[in-house]
């Protein structure tokens, strides 16, 4: 699923275009009289339409980037923070601890 979806809006009667997003908005240009408005739609396009394609493009680098132990994404972590691409290393070491418990636990049996 997308995370953000970029659109153009126009803002004060048209007279202001921006591109937004849910949790962002850039202003694009004034459209106060008519050049300056289809200047400003044309950017505002163009730069949905890039916006959207990197917007994708940052969803598929995610791809594969999901720890094995708590399924959350890794893509955000630092290296330091990482066994590998798949692998938190505070839930690999959670994982080791829980599965030396159980063998100790097993050795009892
Ligand atoms: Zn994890």
Partial sequence: ??????????RKHGNEVYVV????GIFVGEGYD??????????AGIIVEALNKAEEQ????KEGWTCIHCGESTYENDYEQLFSAV?????????ERES??????SLID
């Fill in 87 to 95: 692998e938190h290393i505070q839930c690999g070491l959670i994982a």
């Fill in 58 to 61: 940052d969803e598929k680098n």
């Fill in 34 to 43: 008519k050049e300056e408005r289809k200047r400003s739609r044309y950017l």
């Fill in 1 to 10: 699923m997308r995370e953000q979806e970029w659109t153009i809006e126009h």
């Fill in 21 to 24: 997003s849910s949790n962002e």
């Fill in 100 to 105: 030396k418990k159980k063998n100790k636990e």
